[in-house]
């Protein structure tokens, strides 16, 4: 039964990739007028100055903001993604699709509030728009919470971006089913940050690979050629990062989609062997980019679960790069194996990918591996 949802892992996660105080990302926020949302809001998340806000499409972006009523205006324009609002510690709120719109939270109780906005859904093709606080009558928006101290930032596919982790079924296959599942601020990398009270981003797209995509989709493209931007299918909207921007970990989640369904005539490699050789090499690489920005400080942790139904090659890649960058004197290079068997994972998520449960476990995992990396 493990084998069978294992070879059925990413089978449907290249529909994403084919699919067509101050702000602290510093000169990245254009002021609204009025109150400038630079002063209104938080976000570590990869966002580019629009006329009267921010833009981004990268999943799990979020907002933090504090107010002082009984009501607050969101600025929205996006008739794409879903979102989750959060007032305080209160259970969120769904916003389906909002449109070009001011949505408003109303019925609180007087004082200060918290809200926490959050970006749920995948779009890599979509310009999603945030236009900040709106006050409701006699309220006031307030100075925007400090940043944590704390940051880590994680890159990936399908699973890092929560591809279908809230259903209760693994057919997803009716029309809005997937995206209306889906939800990137319950996937294990904001529930770690949560749990070790970090900022984040979460930098993934799904059916996307290394070197290779699921099924060998969308060739001459990988994982690297979108790293680098703020807007991921905006070919020069180049990710310009903030000073303030220096996480202490570093979790990628790469490898899934090159190795878990078999080579096909007419793909670039001969054989596994050759595709692992490009796979290291380009993994090596990677690392070395994230070095040359974050330098030998950053802890960098390479994920990986088990596709030993059809292959060890990404087992047996992970090991030897982390070997290797110990034996080259970068020591802050490990591993994390998500052991599906031993874990309890089910993989009841949409298209046997990880489901609500198995997030909140990978979060554990890998909130015990990297609790001690990061003061």
Not at 113 to 123: D, M, N, Q, W, Y
Not at 193 to 202: C, R, V
Not at 358 to 375: F, K, N, S
């Amino acid at each position: 039964m493990q084998r069978t949802s294992l070879r059925r892992l990413t089978g449907l996660a290249a529909i994403a990739l084919l699919g067509g105080g101050p702000l602290t990302v510093p000169g990245q926020a254009s002021a609204a007028p009025g109150t400038p949302l630079a002063r209104q809001v938080h976000t570590a998340g990869r966002v580019t100055p629009t006329g009267t806000g921010v833009a981004f499409t990268w999943p799990g972006v979020y907002f933090e903001g504090r107010f002082r009523g009984s009501s607050v205006g969101i600025r929205l324009d996006d008739t794409v993604n879903d979102y989750d609002v959060r007032i305080d510690d209160a259970a969120p709120i769904t916003l389906v699709t909002p449109g070009s719109t001011t949505r408003w939270i109303t019925g609180l109780r007087g004082g200060e509030h918290t809200v926490r906005l959050a970006k749920r859904t995948e779009s890599p093709w979509n310009l999603a728009q945030f236009g900040g606080l709106v006050a409701g009558p006699g309220g006031r928006i307030l100075a925007a919470p400090a940043a944590r101290h704390r940051q880590i930032e994680f890159i990936g596919d399908s699973w890092t971006a929560g591809y279908g982790d809230m259903s209760v079924s693994r057919d997803c296959s009716g029309a809005g089913v997937l995206t209306r599942n889906s939800n990137a601020d319950q996937a294990f990398g904001a529930r770690t940050a949560k749990a070790l009270n970090a900022d984040y981003q979460i930098n993934a797209w799904s059916g996307i690979g290394m070197v290779r995509n699921y099924n060998g989709s969308n060739p001459g493209t990988d994982y690297r050629t979108y790293y680098d931007r703020a807007l991921q299918a905006v070919d020069e909207s180049v990710w310009k990062r903030p000073a303030s921007w220096h996480p202490q970990v570093v979790v990628i989640g790469l490898g899934i989609n090159d190795f878990s369904t078999p080579l096909n005539p007419g793909e670039k490699w001969a054989d596994e062997a050759a595709l692992t050789a490009d796979y290291i090499a380009a993994y090596q690489g990677f690392i070395g980019t994230l070095r040359h920005r974050y330098g030998l400080g950053t802890h960098l942790v390479l994920t990986y679960p088990d596709l030993s139904y059809r292959t060890t090659a990404l087992a047996d890649a992970i090991a030897r790069i982390v070997r290797d960058r110990a034996a080259s004197g970068d020591e802050r290079v490990s591993s994390v194996y998500y052991d599906n068997a031993a874990l309890g994972l089910d993989l009841l998520g949409c298209d046997w990918h990880p489901s609500l449960h198995d997030h909140e476990v990978l979060a554990g995992t890998l909130t015990t591996a990297i609790r001690g990396l990061i003061p």
